[in-house]
């Protein structure tokens, strides 16, 4: 399975930006995608993820970015509105993927895509 990231880029406080993350290869059941970001010095942490369950957000982010997919296209995106400097890192798609081999499931990962918002 891989997973390719795309929609990063710098922009100025306030603005926004939209990533996308396409999952391909062979896919028996895909459980849920989300996203993850790392800063600088910091650990990764989870940003939102979406599954049959519902979303779930980080409450750092809550009211300001919106997770949605396209299960037709196994495609996750990320409406990322009114940023902040603090939203500045390395953004990864994440995927969570049965395999018919084995119908467990496993984390795959994206190459990652950075996200740099100006003061």
């Known amino acids: 399975v891989q997973l390719q990231a795309s929609g990063g880029g710098l922009v100025q406080v306030g603005g926004s930006l939209r990533l996308s993350c396409a999952a391909s290869?062979?896919?028996?059941?895909?459980?849920?995608m989300g996203w993850y970001r790392q800063a600088p010095g910091k650990q990764r942490e989870l940003v939102a993820d979406?599954?049959?369950?519902?979303?779930t957000y980080a409450d750092s982010v809550k009211g300001r970015f919106t997770i949605s997919g396209d299960n037709a296209k196994n495609t996750v995106y990320l409406q990322m509105d009114s940023l902040k400097p603090e939203d500045t890192a390395v953004y990864y798609c994440n995927a969570r993927v049965v395999q018919s081999f084995s119908m467990r499931e496993y984390d795959y990962w994206g190459q990652g895509t950075q996200v740099t918002v100006s003061s």
């Open positions: 290869g062979t896919i028996f059941r895909l459980n849920g």
């Open positions: 979406i599954s049959r369950g519902g979303s």
